[in-house]
Every structure is written in C-alpha cells, then in structure tokens.
C-alpha cells in the first residue's frame, strides 16, 4: 500500500548522508585506511598477477577543475585498490598525440 506522506529531500539528504557515514565507519572497523588485507597481498604476489599499465591522455589539462582533476584521483584511486596491478600513467594533452585525435589513434588498424 502506498503512503500518502511526502518526504522532504533534506530528510532523505540526512538519510543519504548517515548511510554513507555509517558505511564508511563499518568498513575502517573492518579494515583500516590503506591497510591490504593479508589474504589480497597473498594473491597478489603469490598468483603471477601480471601488472597493468596504461598511458592515458586527456583533452583537458589536469588543472582545469572537476574534469582535469578526475583522471588523477581515479588513477591514484586504482593504484591503491589494486596494490599497483594496475598504473594508469596521465599525460597532458598534446603529449601523446594531439588533444582531438585521441579516438583516432586508437582505433584498431
């Protein structure tokens, strides 16, 4: 049955906000900030994981905000996740290949 009641968006704001919190506060209880677990540093060294690594180019400068600051946390956020199996090395536009050229050179030949 559905409820006639409407709720107001900052209560689902706090809502939001305390499940995020809680989240958060549930997985450092479990593990603390940038510890790997002994069980993913056993796998990783013990399975011949063979690292990953990517040279990935932009359009936009890694100055320019939100969208130039994105490509840098995601490449640091992969790093630590992935305990350096996978390196996403960022260069500026036109280093690689000119800033609107990049779908072309990488296309399949």
């Given at each position: 049955?559905?409820?006639?009641?409407?709720?107001?968006?900052?209560?689902?704001?706090?809502?939001?906000?305390?499940?995020?919190?809680?989240?958060?506060?549930?997985?450092?209880?479990?593990?603390?900030?940038?510890?790997?677990?002994?069980?993913?540093?056993?796998?990783?060294?013990n399975s011949g994981i063979q690292a990953l690594r990517w040279?990935?180019?932009?359009?936009?400068?890694?100055?320019?905000?939100?969208?130039?600051q994105t490509p840098t946390r995601l490449a640091a956020e992969?790093?630590?996740?992935?305990?350096?199996?996978?390196?996403?090395?960022?260069f500026e536009p036109g280093e690689v290949v000119p800033a609107?050229?990049?779908?072309?050179?990488?296309?399949?030949?």
């Amino acid at each position: 049955m559905a409820s006639d009641k409407n709720v107001s968006p900052r209560a689902l704001l706090v809502a939001v906000i305390t499940a995020l919190v809680v989240g958060m506060l549930g997985s450092l209880a479990i593990r603390g900030p940038g510890e790997v677990s002994e069980r993913q540093q056993a796998t990783n060294e013990n399975s011949g994981i063979q690292a990953l690594r990517w040279r990935v180019t932009s359009s936009f400068t890694n100055a320019m905000p939100v969208i130039g600051q994105t490509p840098t946390r995601l490449a640091a956020e992969l790093r630590e996740i992935s305990s350096g199996a996978i390196d996403l090395q960022l260069f500026e536009p036109g280093e690689v290949v000119p800033a609107f050229e990049i779908t072309e050179s990488i296309k399949e030949k």
